[in-house]
Nanobody, 125 residues
Framework: QVQLVESGGGLVQPGGSLRLSCTVS????????MAWFRQAPGKEREFVAA????????NYADSAKGRFTISRDNNKRTLYLQMSSLNPEDTAVYYC??????????????????WGQGTQVTVSS
């Protein structure tokens, strides 16, 4: 059984930073691409960032470029999302997901197989 557990969400002021983590069990973490998505109330789930199995290739949504950094530690089976310069539009539930392949890092929901339960990020003063 594959499990993805996100952590690190919370309340942060505009301009602040947060680091999200996602620990994976039940699947060979080091052989799959990984991604972060987010979903705000009343909106569809949207792509944030993705990373290939070895971390050598990344892909970011335009809204994340220059502010967010995706990374992974295969020894710890953990995916990270470092977020900075946060603004209220970043408020959402953030989900991590495992890819169907080790290299495909698109922004398409259908390219990802397993999903975590999400962690809430709220940006507000």
């Amino acid at each position: 059984q594959v499990q993805l557990v996100e952590s690190g969400g919370g309340l942060v002021q505009p301009g602040g930073s947060l680091r999200l983590s996602c620990t994976v069990s039940g699947r060979t973490f080091s052989t799959v691409a990984m991604a972060w998505f987010r979903q705000a109330p009343g909106k569809e789930r949207e792509f944030v960032a993705a990373i290939s199995w070895g971390g050598g290739n990344t892909n970011y949504a335009d809204s994340a470029k220059g502010r967010f950094t995706i990374s992974r530690d295969n020894n710890k089976r953990t995916l990270y999302l470092q977020m900075s310069s946060l603004n209220p539009e970043d408020t959402a539930v953030y989900y991590c997901a495992t890819g169907r392949t080790n290299w495909r890092i698109t922004g398409l929901v259908g390219d990802y197989r397993d999903w975590g339960q999400g962690t809430q990020v709220t940006v507000s003063s």
